[in-house]
């Protein structure tokens, strides 16, 4: 498949001179395990529905990895081609990235809240050779959605399901079946080993159009952003890693399946933030980290007293998508022993700032931090100047762990001639390089840490029988960070219109339930400009008035 990356030499004469990229690949680092602690765990994996507890060690993972990484080269799987997952936090998430990476072929994890429509255009357009799904999940049957859009990917050669029968069957065509015995898989492997500027990674990122953009990473942008995070919240091979955060996020992505295996440690997946059941994992398993955004820190807060001692293995708790309030920094601090750190950072960089484990607890709730090692932020007017401290205006960044380029879509890649990216949002700098996001000029909503597609539903909205003019913003929530709001007006057709015949007509076009509104108000017009644009700012301002 044809890409359409440029990966600018001066860039990566840069980036490997300054130390960012040192050419190093996951299998390397999984092969450092292997050998220095075999029997280590690798993943210990939770399943919240059945209370199940699945242990591997770097032995045991590294075995399942070269059986599946040969088995998906018998199914056709060539260097360079798509291999899509719809999966949870499970352990076979991880050994499918390492299985991919022996071969040469690019994972694109992908949400398992998308459904239909997010899904036809994601695997067409990704080119998806191979999916894997789980046959049901939280009560739905992926097997059977994917069978009624599966006419409308021509591309997509094969589907295997785990917990499924027959020919589909994961466990048949990967686990079960001993290719090692049948296949020299040094050979195979050395013929299809990835450079570390190859593509790896496809990430769908839902932006302020009606299609998302398939975000490309390499082992170098990837491990360039995993390896300064680690060292500002020093962790190492002795600090567990809990990840209750979605693996086809980038957050769980990066340290959750990335980062255990660069430092040689053990990664604790629970596959359903349940927080009962996060305090028991934790614990048991006592690990020293976790990452998730400002919801899952106000439940464990919520939930903390009732579980005295039982937490103090938390080290560091690492919130991000949304900013903390004061509040709960403040009860976090009575509660938990963990530092409370910040952070900031998007699909196509990772974490670009955090604040440190050391700074003042009142940083977290009044900063995103600041920049990580090999990166940087700037503020900039829209002239494109550089703003002073303590001004609001967008925010840049330009470094290591930028993204390579958005799939078959180069004229969309916005880095200037030297390397900054605009990120769309907007922010103030203050004196000491930390950042506060203020705002965003990208038109999207983001419900706990979930980026939600306005303009896509809104689309869907313009086509609903007696709606005139629609336009979601933004409402505050103490929990989720900001919620869904639409305001719309009807034509002269309509009399009246509610929130539950909304919801039932976006379900009915297959959208996810998490990108629902929550609060429906009609109104008489809309506010504009001279020109006759919506004033969405003048919506935003009155909806921080809701309180559902």
């Known amino acids: 498949m044809e890409t359409g990356i440029t990966l600018n030499p001066e860039r990566r004469d840069a980036m490997v001179k300054s130390g960012a990229w040192n050419d190093r690949l996951i299998t390397d680092y999984l092969a450092d395990a292997v050998i220095s602690t075999p029997d280590r765990a690798a993943i210990v994996g939770y399943q919240v529905t059945d209370g199940s507890r699945i242990e591997l060690s770097y032995r045991e993972l590294n075995e399942a990895v070269t059986r599946m990484a040969i088995g998906l080269a018998q199914m056709g799987i060539e260097k360079g081609d798509v291999v899509a997952c719809q999966l949870p936090n499970w352990w076979q998430t991880t050994a499918l990235h390492l299985a991919c990476m022996q071969i040469g072929a690019i994972l694109n994890p992908l949400m398992p809240i998308f459904r239909e429509r997010e899904l036809r255009f994601m695997l067409s357009h990704g080119e998806a050779k191979l999916l894997i ?75 302020t159009t009606g299609e998302p953009k398939g975000v490309m990473h390499s082992s170098n942008t990837l491990f360039s952003n995993v390896r300064p995070y680690a060292d500002r919240l020093h962790l190492t091979s002795d600090d567990t890693i809990l990840m209750a955060s979605p693996v086809a996020h980038q957050t769980g992505f990066l340290y959750g399946i990335m980062m255990p295996v660069y430092l040689g440690t053990t990664a604790v997946l629970q596959d359903i933030w349940d927080v009962e059941f996060a305090c028991k994992v934790i614990a048991t398993e006592k690990p020293a980290y976790t990452m998730a955004s400002t919801p899952f820190l106000a439940d464990l807060v919520k939930a903390a007293p009732n579980h005295e001692g039982e937490l103090d293995s938390l080290r560091i708790f690492v919130s991000a998508g949304a900013p903390i309030p004061t509040a709960i920094v403040e009860q976090a601090a009575k509660v ?157 057709q309509a009399n009246d219109l509610t929130l539950d015949e909304v919801k039932d007509y976006l379900l009915k076009h297959q959208l996810s339930k998490n990108y629902l509104p929550e609060y429906l108000e009609v109104i008489e017009a809309m506010p504009r400009t001279a020109s006759g644009k919506i004033q969405k700012f003048k919506l935003r301002e009155q909806a921080k008035n809701i309180r559902l």
């Not at 959605?145 to 020919?167: A, F, S, W």
């Not at 983001?446 to 086509?463: A, C, D, S």
Request: aromatic fraction near 8%.
């Open 336 to 492: 938990l022993k963990a530092s409370i750190v910040s952070a900031w950072g998007m699909t196509e960089n990772g974490a670009v700032t955090m604040t440190l484990p050391e700074d003042p607890a009142e940083r977290a709730s009044r900063s995103d931090g600041r920049a990580l090692p090999w990166m940087e932020v700037k503020v900039s007017d829209f002239q494109g100047n550089d703003l002073p401290a303590g001004e609001e205006g967008n925010l840049l960044v330009r470094g290591s762990s930028l993204f390579i380029g958005y799939l078959k879509r180069p004229e969309l890649y916005g880095v200037d001639e030297d390397g900054w990216f605009s990120t769309g949002d907007l922010a103030r700098m203050d004196k000491d390089g930390y950042i506060r996001i203020t705002g965003r000029t990208k038109d999207v909503v983001i419900r706990g840490g979930e980026n939600i597609p306005v303009v896509e539903v809104e689309n869907l909205l313009y086509k609903f029988p007696g709606i005139g003019e629609v336009a979601l913003v933004a409402f505050p929530d103490e929990r989720l960070g900001e919620r869904l709001c639409a305001y719309v007006t009807l034509d002269d």
């Open 133 to 207: 799904i789980p046959k049901v999940f939280r009560n739905f049957d992926y097997e059977a959605m994917i069978d009624g859009i599966r006419g409308d990917l021509p591309k997509l050669e094969h589907l295997l399901v785990i917990g499924g029968e027959g020919e589909r069957s994961f466990e048949q065509r990967l686990v079960n079946t001993p290719w090692e015995q049948q296949h020299d898989a040094a050979t195979l492997f050395a013929e299809r080993k990835p450079g570390a500027d190859d593509v790896i990674q496809v990430l769908y990122t839902s932006g």
